[in-house]
């Protein structure tokens, strides 16, 4: 049997391969009731180790990994009796699950020479929370779209490959490009919410802000809660109403769908996304919430107990504006001694940072900037999108403002040839 790219799946239950390829497509797809697909293809064949291998991903995915390393066991032990591919494809996961994320990009690289169309193999290289995008390395964004190029003529016009390499362009500056491919995407998969993620992007990317609210307007009617983008497409949603200053309407998008208790999104998602969109809602001028800031930091102490990617360059803001100056230290110690040991991909740049806050919450614009502009270049190292880390750009474009130096906000502005976002920073325009 095959799966839908046409490669050999070692089941002879055609329910089983079913499930198991509507479940892929599901992940694949960011769309919800993967978890029951997957388990039903277990149900049907006991022997599949294709599943389990998935199943392992679904867990890393949510934070589970004990599950996770479960699920990757099962999978290594049945996969004995499966093709070379399907072993070669449980061991990347294996390696991913136990962490070995480097090893695990070097084998998808091998992988994908002799399996191009083993897409769920390639699929933890993609993206910007991918293998390749939180390694921290500065050209990850190039080495990204290089990577995926010569595979697009494997691929024709496959739904997802079309939502990741239009992914890519985007994240290089060529977002026109992008959108073309997301809206092709959709035409052949409308609800799929990689796709949506990925046009709005494309529509961040130059801009196009009110295009931006109407299509998430229409799409986001008929969403499921249950996606594991729930949580991110509604922060989206409310950038660009905050973009258009419908600040309450963003509030109340931002509070339904993205803090603590209101999405069932993985948490790395909820905690960067709520600390963002709170403080960027208060560059653009909007007041402090205390009570929420508080409710984040909870979740975060209840879900992160060591430092992870992408989450250490968020956590200053919760403690910048919770005005816990001692917590927020050591913050920045911890940091900084974990990048000095190279136990973090994108190095001290965390704890830098975190630095930064701390000096814009204590209206030292002066040192925030100076921390901030040698660090913006660098900032691609923390992993996310261009759209993520503009939480980064925007604080310093603030303090620019606050420090009254226009004139080094719009050289700034100006030295930034390819791409248009929206700066709600409030006094900017004035400047």
């Known amino acids: 049997m095959k799966d839908r790219y046409g490669l050999e799946v070692s089941t002879s239950s055609a329910e089983a391969r079913d499930a198991y390829v509507e479940?892929?497509?599901?992940?694949?797809?960011?769309?919800?009731?993967?978890?029951?697909c997957l388990?039903?293809?277990?149900?049907?064949?006991?022997?599949?180790?294709?599943?389990?291998?998935?199943?392992?991903?679904?867990?890393?995915?949510?934070?589970?990994?004990?599950?996770?390393?479960?699920?990757?066991?099962?999978?290594?032990?049945?996969?004995?009796?499966?093709?070379?591919?399907?072993?070669?494809?449980?061991?990347?996961?294996?390696?991913?699950?136990?962490?070995?994320?480097?090893?695990?990009?070097?084998?998808?690289?091998?992988?994908?020479?002799?399996?191009?169309?083993?897409?769920?193999?390639?699929?933890?290289?993609?993206?910007?929370?991918?293998?390749?995008?939180?390694?921290?390395?500065?050209?990850?964004?190039?080495?990204?779209?290089?990577?995926?190029?010569?595979l697009v003529s494997h691929y024709g016009d496959d739904w997802w490959f079309a939502t990741v390499h239009a992914f890519a362009l985007i994240e290089t500056g060529r977002w026109d490009r992008g959108r073309q491919l997301a809206e092709r995407a959709l035409e052949q998969r409308p609800r799929t919410p990689h796709g949506a993620h990925t046009l709005v992007h494309a529509l961040f990317e130059a801009g196009a802000d009110d295009e931006a609210v109407d299509f998430l307007d229409g799409w986001l009617a008929g969403s499921d809660r249950a996606s594991v983008l729930h949580c991110h497409i509604w922060w989206h949603y409310a950038l660009v109403l905050m973009a258009v200053s419908r600040h309450d309407d963003a509030w109340q998008a931002f509070r339904n769908n993205c803090l603590p208790g209101a999405t069932t999104s993985p948490p790395i998602t909820v905690f960067s996304d709520s600390?963002?969109?709170?403080?960027?809602?208060?560059?653009?001028?909007?007041?402090?919430?205390?009570?929420?800031?508080?409710?984040?930091?909870?979740?975060?102490?209840?879900?992160?107990?060591?430092?992870?990617?992408?989450?250490?360059?968020?956590?200053?803001?919760?403690?910048?504006?919770?005005?816990?100056?001692?917590?927020?230290?050591?913050?920045?110690?911890?940091?900084?001694?974990?990048?000095?040991?190279?136990?973090?991909?994108?190095?001290?740049?965390?704890?830098?940072?975190?630095?930064?806050?701390?000096?814009?919450?204590?209206?030292?614009?002066?040192?925030?900037?100076?921390?901030?502009?040698?660090?913006?270049?660098?900032?691609?190292?923390?992993?996310?999108?261009?759209?993520?880390?503009?939480?980064?750009?925007?604080?310093?474009?603030?303090?620019?403002?606050k420090a009254d130096r226009p004139d080094d906000a719009r050289a700034f502005l100006e030295r930034v040839t390819d791409r248009q976002p929206s700066r709600p920073v409030a006094g900017l325009v004035a400047a």
């Open 23 to 36: 479940g892929i497509d599901r992940m694949l797809s960011a769309e919800a009731g993967v978890e029951e």
């Open 39 to 150: 388990t039903a293809a277990i149900a049907a064949d006991t022997s599949f180790a294709l599943p389990h291998a998935a199943f392992a991903r679904q867990h890393q995915l949510y934070v589970r990994p004990a599950e996770a390393r479960a699920s990757a066991e099962a999978a290594v032990e049945l996969s004995r009796a499966a093709t070379v591919r399907e072993q070669q494809h449980v061991e990347i996961v294996r390696l991913l699950v136990a962490g070995q994320v480097p090893r695990a990009l070097d084998l998808i690289r091998q992988h994908v020479i002799d399996f191009p169309r083993d897409a769920f193999a390639l699929a933890p290289a993609c993206g910007v929370f991918g293998a390749i995008g939180f390694s921290g390395r500065i050209g990850r964004e190039a080495e990204l779209l290089a990577f995926l190029e010569p």
């Open 275 to 401: 600390t963002s969109f709170m403080w960027r809602s208060e560059l653009a001028g909007r007041p402090r919430d205390l009570d929420v800031w508080q409710q984040v930091r909870e979740f975060y102490e209840a879900r992160f107990p060591q430092p992870m990617v992408f989450v250490d360059a968020h956590v200053g803001l919760m403690y910048a504006a919770l005005g816990e100056t001692e917590q927020l230290q050591a913050c920045v110690a911890q940091l900084q001694e974990l990048g000095d040991a190279a136990q973090l991909p994108a190095g001290t740049t965390g704890a830098n940072l975190t630095r930064a806050y701390a000096a814009f919450e204590n209206d030292d614009w002066a040192t925030a900037i100076d921390v901030l502009e040698p660090l913006i270049p660098q900032v691609v190292r923390i992993g996310g999108s261009r759209a993520q880390r503009d939480l980064m750009t925007n604080t310093l474009l603030a303090a620019y403002v």
